[in-house]
């Protein structure tokens, strides 16, 4: 048990005349380290004094004390300390237990003292901050009570770190290692996390409770800023080391309340060819292997809770096989001390068959087949397995070819873990009852006789929603130069929709308050990751945000101008290295592109150009003037990656000002269009295509999602991100061209249809070089090295 | 930073007297809370003193200052203060440089003054517990030193949870939710570790860093047991639950420094039939929904790891068959910055070819094939993926069937994760640098011309360390009565050698100190769990157990006296609900076998006979009897299962009784010998097999590993757990067989091989109606239901 908040009781002499306890109210107002006051009046001259006067003395939003309740008799029994304990309903029901009968009665009498449950938390006043000390508990919980209600996030008083700048800048892992980064616990406090909401991982790493998201439901949001960029090169454009950048500027350097919102990196590609995903260079989120690295474990539990439905779904297949329904529903019902009985699951997938019924023992014999028959279609599998590793090998592969599997073999395939619908779950949720409810209407497969068949039908959603209420909790780290980031929810915005969480982004909108800033990254290009923030998360959380960053380089301008092929790994062609205002200003046109697409949203633009050392005067004023051509409401060239947030200081000015400016937010599509029309809608208006190409399976899945009631669900187009296309080597603004959709997956339980365009390999590869080659531990130091 | 240790600095009035002096000493000599004192004697008055008689008075083991260093001289800078501070190198380094040049040259000059490395960590001696207080930085580093060599851990002061039982015994899920844990870093500290060797993972769990085992190397081992069973039903015969509650009973009841060493369990079995293996009833690890959900991530960095090994054998068999030489060395030694360069690990294959070079553009042309050709012979790979579910479907696969891999399939199948070489590399490593050799030295696969590949010439040795960095470290949990319990590494003693880790023992071991108990256990029954335990874990650790306890059942011995078959999820046959002394009786030879198994370790052996509620008086003394009457050192009943520690008592004293008496450790086997013969002494002494049959594949691995050198590895036999022979429905001591040994793999960077015998599924499918059925989550209260 800790301190929460703070407030100061002014204890004063018993003979304290009106002058001084006016005096003592003012230096309390004036002491930003206070966040509230508690006044008991001067005993032996209260007569004396105009309690109207001192009650309105009291600064508003200091008044913890309420205006009315300023009286020395409240207070006599005994003295008040200065701190709020939220405590758990255990906790409290134990210090009645522990102060006696007698005091379990006093607390009755005094209506509401003592202890109070309040923005999802409980709370008591003690004399002090130990938890044993239960004797002196206090009706001053009124007082906090209003003070709870009343408090509203003021400006944070966090120790920024003071970056020490090198030149040539070192490699990221050199640079996040040479930052001591401060305790965790000591970050959470600072951005007004109560102790109790926060479990640590180690020194650098925490989670935070959703309990938050009540106590904080009356404060008013921060400014909502959300981060994209131009179509990359294959190498990244530095989207969320400009998030880190923009952070770092408007946290360490503007002295503004700020929270970065990024994505927890897939260690596929950490180990691959891309290497870790902390930002880069001065802008970082540290420790950087830690972030890389396993993070805390939420990837992982992913990856289980996953993998446990395809094995359900396939055993369950497999058993229907081998076994009658009677010999089925005795193993699914089974006699266990005498008698049978639904499990509450169960219970649900009888409803569902429209079967009112909770003794085993009264089914007929046609309830029975329907209840115990899932009947799944194996042809009709939607549902694969996933590992968070580049292994190309599980692309397409046969299972159950070992003979205990009775030659029930079946074609199926691994995706990458942050594919996975749980990953877009994790991101689109709210709450944990409502991610029960994803979890229960994920759909896995289609019966023979055309049901639906979802994850409750299979028995595993309670298990699966077990496996991720961890998960479920925002990671709390840091940036470089000490500002707050929460890492949640994953990347691939290209195969999934690669967007931070709702949950993350909720929390840090009230943590800042309405002055503060949460910076939220979208995957990718505009044309994928922003649209998807937009259409999906922003549908699903109903926030609007105040401001598009869209981040551009020099090196894919001119790779959109027609420069030579980028290749990870190989040397940059002299086009990259040297002035080319040619192919840059023809380059310019995807820019301008993917403006217009944020524009779509109504939202105002900020472009930040990331400089690299490369990049000439004359190549980064010609993008900024472009940029404002093409009617960003600004431009702004940012040297983050080499000076930390001092580099990005006029981009944070630029979003400041940009989140003043009028916005009027729309949608793209209406939800209740046809299928078709809604990915028409996407393919014309931000890809530039002519129009979409239907394909055999796809049609079928148009029509049996229709059937089936999901044609209502947003889009969540499976596409290239190397170019506004469908391929990925045609660079620019391709025009003339018609999409072409392969397939179409209802992702059900996240909420949305995920329509596949063009092939595209869900799990990547190894390259004949990992990065892994450069990585290692050094036993001696336990430091890291190789990570980049 | 934290107080690690108590000591008490003794300040006495200026004037006082030597009565006043030996007063105050005594005090401290009977207050168990302080670990240590500094007497500084009264300055005015201390020509009056009798310095040896004060000296003298101190008790021995809280003489920090040291017999000869009691003067006021030595004390005069200043106020001391009354704590030990450990620091990393780095903190102290800053302390002095935060104190400036003068502070610097002063601790230069004062000889091993004001901070000392000592025991593997950084001390210091300062007024308080602020680091940036290093102002008064103090000479008595010198008696800190002393302290530290000096200090035994001794008693313990830890608070035991009192249960609160309950009939009938509730779920094992209820119990454990009805306890609260003591906050974790609370029993840290109760049990001797130090806040900076703690990372918390949430309130209670923790991992304990490696650096404490060079902070205790000096002191004394306790007494170490190990726990293991006869040969069980497929319902296990309640090991782990005997595990906990003599633990419960040695630390709780018999107020013993006592350290229970347990695996995490495996989340496949989790869900699939076996539900939780926290221990069950009143002797659990808690919360048990903690314990049996992902833990602090260590099977999750396994899957990762072993999987990244995986992907990288079949990329690199696909990048070597599609590209020439030349093209794999470029790509393997690509030019960067304008030059070429190998990476360390790539330093280290060519060195195991005997290639002397470190410059790239020196090799040979045929130099350049040898390194960048591994050749694998795609036949030979027995690196086989991991998931930590229960996936009956991914038994055998082919893979690589993806247009994109260019028709080079292979079959290939998934293993359990806990069976992975990876999970046993952690159980057997001694440090980071031992973990960081064994991940180098892991074969997997053979080259078309013979030569063992390993994870070295893969490249991923570095990056495989990188990923377990923190699963090495061992997590602390508690028992239900609060004492502690080290969980570390996995389960499945048949198809992997399934015991706890080295580290978490020996790190155990040194904390109780020693008059104090480690109880680790050993998967399954004796043949299995116990000999592997001797045989492979005591020949890597050193260490030698003074006590088997051997977990008998009388359902378990009345299966192996000819009752009908038990199975999983199945009533009970009424054999095993009523009294049958004349099957119990007949089945006791399984038991006797296994006290001989036992005994050829030459440990004493102390049968716990695990009670359960339709066992009856005359069964339980039969099998007490029996027990002796076969060689047991003693033979109790126990219900620890429904009582807790205090039903375990009589155990916990039978197992003090025995740790004194005589025993005469020796192996079963020489490694020197053949593999055939290895194999044969075990097949023959611990199974009563008549012979052993090597069949080709086997035979063909002797001679294979015989001459790629790994002939002199200990041998871990993968065989079936329910029976002693290869056949799980043999029950009792089977004899007249010859076991068949089917094949053989090698784990060399676990340091054994891994003869299998007759066909075991690496990987546990799943039922008709899993554990997942009843499985939930209040989103609510969140608590988790149904776990068992």
Redesign the interface.
Known sequence: MQIGINATHLRLPKTATEEEVLHSITEVNENSSVHGLIVQLPLDSIHKIDTEKVTNAVAPEKDVDGLTSINAGKLSRGDLGDCFIPCTP?GCMELIRQTGKHRKRHLKSVKGAGWLHHSGAWWCWTHDCGHADGGKVHSEMLSAKRFLEGHQPGKWNISCTKLNLQKPVPSDIVISRSC?PKPIDRLAREVGLLSDEV?????TKA?VQLSIVKRLQAQPDGKYVVVTGITPTPLGEGKSTTTIGLVQALGAHMNLNVFACVRQPS?GPT?GIKGGAAGGGYSQVIPM?EFN??L??DI??I??AN??V???I???M??EST?SDKA?YN??????GGQRKF????INRLRKLGIEKTDPSTLTEEEITRFARLDIDPSSVTWQ?V????????????????P??KG?T????FDITVASEIMAVLALTS???D??QRMAKMVVATSRSGQPITTEDL??S??L???M??AIKPNLMQTLEGTPVFVHAGPFANIAHGNSSILADKIALKLVGPEGFVVTEAGFGADIGMEKFFNIKCRYSGLRPHVVVLVATVRALKMHGGGPTVTA???LPKEYVEENLELLEKGCSNMRKQIENAQHFGVPVVVAVNGFKTDTEAELDLVCSMAKAAGAYDAVRCSHWAEGGAGAVALGQAVQRASGAPSNFKFLYDLELPIADKIRIIAQKIYGADDIELLPEAQHKVELYTKQGFGNLPICMAKTHLSLSHEADKKGVPTGFVLPIRDIRASVGAGFLFPLVGTM?TIP?????????????D??T?Q????F
Do not use: W
Request: hydrophobic share 35%; aromatic share 6%; charged share 25%.
């Open positions: 255990n001591v479990e640590l991982y180690g020194k989670k260690q180990f292997e690295l396993h805390t474990g992982h539990a990856t289980a993998n446990l395809a094995a359900a396939d055993a369950r497999f058993h076994q089925l193993r699914l019902v089974p006699l266990s499990s509450p699951i169960q397995r590992l968070d590793t580049n292994d190309r090998f599980l692309r397409k592969i046969t299972i159950g070819q070992s205990t599997e029930y079946r074609e199926a395939q709450s944990l009852e991610m029960r028995g595993v309670g298990a929603t077990v496996l209420k961890d790994g190989m040397p390999p590869g190894l390259p004949t070089r990992p990065c892994f080659y450069d990585i290692d531990l036993p001696e336990e890291v090295n190789g990570l």
